[in-house]
């Protein structure tokens, strides 16, 4: 069965600065998707990137990127120039697409505090 | 285009009782999912439907149930309420074939059991 851990519950950063969100994933599968949510206090859940399993390339959504890890099955997420409103609940998500449906599975989350 | 919305958005009830969730996807999209969110636990999936049919099912007890009507909106269903079903449910609404995967959450029903 597939499984996403995130191994930091809370993590606080200053104003401006960079930090990495952790994400490992346990899967056979040779095709799938990554995702990372976001989910701010009393608000609704938003996705902020994706990766393809099949793509090497590490996705890239302005401050949002990700490093992407396929044999070491690590999904990370650094949040450059750190904001304000990134202060939120962020989610691990792994989906892929068996007999024609989608399963995904999310992590316990990583609580972000952006500090002023 | 309308996001995904879930009705009520707060709900107190108490252990025995049962409680009716809405959901209404974003418009065109065929599939909804229903995932239980707990603090320590994440979300946890419960079931997806796609054309009125449950496509997925996760691992919680037959008092969770679902349907799906032909507009594909969505309800859920808990029967004999315990105080650990407090949390928030939250849908999500996607296209649900082909090469569109990416799911859109509604706001969330908070649920609480007394």
């Known amino acids: 069965a597939q499984t996403v851990t995130q191994s930091q519950p809370e993590m606080s950063v200053q104003e401006a600065e960079t930090v990495t969100l952790s994400c490992t994933y346990d899967t056979s599968e040779s095709n799938y998707y990554l995702f990372w949510y976001k989910q701010p206090p009393s608000r609704q859940m938003i996705l902020v990137i994706r990766?393809?399993?099949?793509?090497?390339q590490n996705a890239t959504e302005n401050r949002f990127s990700v490093n992407f890890q396929k044999a070491a099955k690590s999904f990370s997420l650094k949040i450059s120039d750190s904001q304000l409103g990134d202060t939120a609940m962020y989610f691990c998500?792994?989906?892929?697409?068996?007999?024609?449906?989608?399963?995904?599975?999310f992590g316990t989350g990583t609580r972000l505090k952006v500090l002023a | 285009k309308a996001g995904v919305t879930q009705t009520p958005r707060y709900l107190i009830k108490t252990r025995g009782q049962q409680v009716t969730l809405s959901c209404s996807p974003i418009?065109?999209?065929?599939?909804v999912s229903w995932y239980q969110q707990t603090p320590g636990q994440g979300l946890q999936f419960l079931f997806e439907y796609f054309s009125e049919t449950q496509r997925n099912k996760g691992n919680f007890p037959g008092r969770f149930s679902g349907r799906q009507f032909s507009n594909s909106r969505s309800e859920m269903n808990v029967s004999t309420l315990e105080l650990g079903d407090s949390a928030l449910y939250l849908c999500?609404?996607?296209?649900?074939?082909?090469?569109?995967?990416?799911?859109?959450f509604g706001p969330g029903t908070r649920l609480t059991v007394t």
């Open positions: 418009s065109g999209h065929r599939s």
């Open positions: 998500a792994f989906m892929n697409r068996t007999s024609g449906t989608y399963k995904y599975i």
């Open positions: 990766q393809e399993a099949y793509k090497q």
């Open positions: 999500a609404s996607s296209l649900g074939q082909g090469s569109s995967y990416e799911q859109y």
